[in-house]
């Protein structure tokens, strides 16, 4: 059984910073995408961040671009997101995914599997 969990968020001033980690376990995430996403209240859920199978590719949404890196250590099957500058419009649940394919996706229906999310919040 795969088992995808996140942990890292909390409650951060803007101009803030924080960490997130994802750990997968069930399955060797090294041979496929990973993917962060977050959903704020009473809206859809969003692309955030990817990385692909090796990490050599990421994309990012047009909003994070310069203040969020994602990276992955294959060796721990652990993804991370550091967010820098963080915004009051950056709140939100942040959920980690695996990818149905080695090369990073940024639709929802192309992740199979999902952790819980983190709760993220920016204070102004």
């Known amino acids: 059984q795969v088992q995808v969990v996140e942990s890292g968020g909390g409650l951060v001033q803007a101009g803030g910073s924080l960490r997130l980690s994802c750990v997968v376990s069930?399955?060797?995430?090294?041979?496929?995408?990973m993917g962060w996403f977050r959903q704020a209240p009473g809206k859809q859920r969003e692309f955030v961040a990817a990385?692909?199978?090796?990490?050599?590719?990421?994309d990012y949404i047009d909003s994070v671009k310069g203040r969020f890196t994602i990276s992955r250590d294959n060796a721990k099957n652990t993804v991370y997101l550091q967010m820098n500058s963080l915004q009051p419009e950056d709140t939100a649940v942040y959920y980690c995914?695996?990818?149905?394919?080695?090369?990073?996706?940024?639709?929802?229906?192309?992740?199979?599997?999902w952790g819980q999310g983190t709760q993220v919040t920016v204070s102004s």
């Open positions: 995914a695996v990818c149905r394919t080695p090369g990073f996706r940024v639709r929802v229906d192309e992740y199979e599997y």
């Open positions: 069930g399955r060797p995430a090294s041979r496929y995408a």
């Open positions: 990385i692909s199978w090796n990490g050599g590719s990421t």
